[in-house]
């Protein structure tokens, strides 16, 4: 029998009109690194989730992390608190500044941070001698973390918060678009998220210093002079020019991309949420995810491995969801606060196919082999 063909997982999807900005760039020779499509990307991002953010393109969601951090004061020998319950590119910029991680575990709710074990670290970290600098709050897979709840403990202690919206551009808490809510948000652009630039990133803030900042420190950080001078350190982040002509083409079909996953979402809840040993994470009152990947809960370890398998076998890619921060070997000595809602949720999730270009039909063969593998 003919191999079927290759069902991915997250896709990049272009929409048409990313080449005629990249031809823009060529064609006046804004190849490098600034020019008019880093701007109007930018302006396009900041009119998409609120005229009060300030935008600065990066070269991609972790460097905004970093910049992120550095621009919040994190230095060697700080902690800072960050969900255990996401992709490393949260956790790593951490590191680079020479500080600790500290890992707080997610609720059940959205998957993300927990206000009340986020409370009880900042107490426990106080305790202990050390104020955190910062809090790493991530919206996972779309979905909002608990915006108000989590606002809540930051306010009170005085702690800024990074919004980490790589997966979420498109996703709204209370009608308000993700990317907002931080004292410094960030958003990705890499080949597998919502929408794409190939690789590049966002810095996003209402206080129009911290882009400046950002910017500043993204172009190697140079004085004002006629030669290079330099009084901190910078660093080479700035997105370039023939990327964001990508990036324009990409924010005019965002909304439609947002209605396809979420779409696929719907198909598969529709399709299998009749089976009872399948589970969804519904949106809470108030929040829309972009469901920028589609995900389900198994009973066990063995059964999302058995369906993970047959998926593979019948060449469709899936993947458990994110392994949290505080059980990898690289972080494993960092100090956590766990309840052991995101170990639980490793074991047992499944992230199926989620691309905005699947067919119904690539749907189908998804949903038939899970209902014929389910243990
Ligand atoms: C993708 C991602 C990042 C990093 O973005 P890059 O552009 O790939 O560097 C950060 N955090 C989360 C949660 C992500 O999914």
Known sequence: MAEQSKIWLSSPHMGGDEQKFVKEAFDTNWIAPLGPNVTSFENAIATYIDNNVHVAALSSGTGAIHLALELLGVSSGDEVLCQSFTFSASANPIAYLGATPVFVDSEKDTWNISPILLRKAIVDRIAKGKKPKAIVAVHLYGMPYKVTEVQKVATEFNIPIVEDSAEALGSTYNAIKCGSFGDIGILSFNGNKIITTSGGGALTSKNEEVKKKAVFLATQARDEAPHYQHSVVGYNYRMSNVLAGIGRGQMLVLDDRVAARRANYQYYYDNLNAIPSIEFLDEPKGS??????????????????????ALEKENIESRPLWKPMHVQPVFENCPNYMDGTSENLFERGLCLPSGSNLEEEDLERVVHIIKSHIL
């Open 288 to 309: 829309f995810s972009n469901r920028w990947l589609s995900c389900i809960l198994t009973p066990s370890f063995n059964s999302r491995e058995a369906i993970r398998l």
